[in-house]
């Protein structure tokens, strides 16, 4: 049993609630728009097990050390990470060939800044973009998201509000 901590779209962003919110997690996973490769780092001193893709404003040392997609396994299920990735019905070119080839149970992404947690009965699937926990773009309340993964097993998902963006 594992429980996962989920964020994306921090755009720089350091909350000392991250650490409050993830100190329990086995695994942090940041679906992109990281901003300063310091916040990955900042994460790994919460929990040293940390996956993150890069987003389409990450350039420099994130963009070299953080692929566009990631392909793992945790608990018996087949996961798959992006940035930008859609959702359900709407998914962005090329992305639901991976999602099949790969028989991924579990799809992150990031980038609309929108919190979504959908099911996709078609592909039989659950996707989760966590919102965004930075204090740039649009959305309204900045969220991050925790899952408990057990063997095969999807439960416990827990939506954390950090409040409203910050201007």
């Known amino acids: 049993m ?15 609630r ?12 940041h679906a992109g728009d990281i901003g300063d490769i ?8 919460i929990c040293p097990t940390v996956r993150a893709v890069k987003g389409n404003i990450d350039h420099g040392i994130v963009s070299r050390v953080c692929p566009e997609v990631e392909v793992f396994t945790v608990e018996n299920i087949n996961v798959l990470m992006t940035h930008i990735g859609g959702y359900p019905t709407r998914y962005a070119p090329g ?3 991976i999602l ?8 992150i992404s990031g980038h609309s800044h929108i919190l979504r947690v ?7 699937l659950l996707h989760i973009n ?3 926990a930075g204090n740039q ?3 309204k309340v900045r969220t991050l998201v925790r899952l408990t993964l057990d063997n095969g097993d999807m439960r416990d998902l827990d939506v954390i509000e950090l409040g409203k963006l910050k201007i």
């Open 2 to 16: 594992k429980l996962i901590g989920i964020l994306s779209d921090t755009h720089s962003c350091w909350d000392d």
């Open 18 to 29: 991250y650490a409050t919110h993830f100190k329990e997690c086995d695994e942090i996973w």
């Open 38 to 45: 310091t916040l990955i780092e900042r994460l790994r001193e």
């Open 95 to 97: 992305i639901k060939t």
């Open 100 to 107: 099949k080839e790969n028989r991924t149970k579990l799809f």
């Open 118 to 124: 959908m099911p996709d009965a078609t592909l039989d």
């Open 130 to 132: 966590p919102g965004a």
């Open 137 to 139: 773009g649009w959305q």
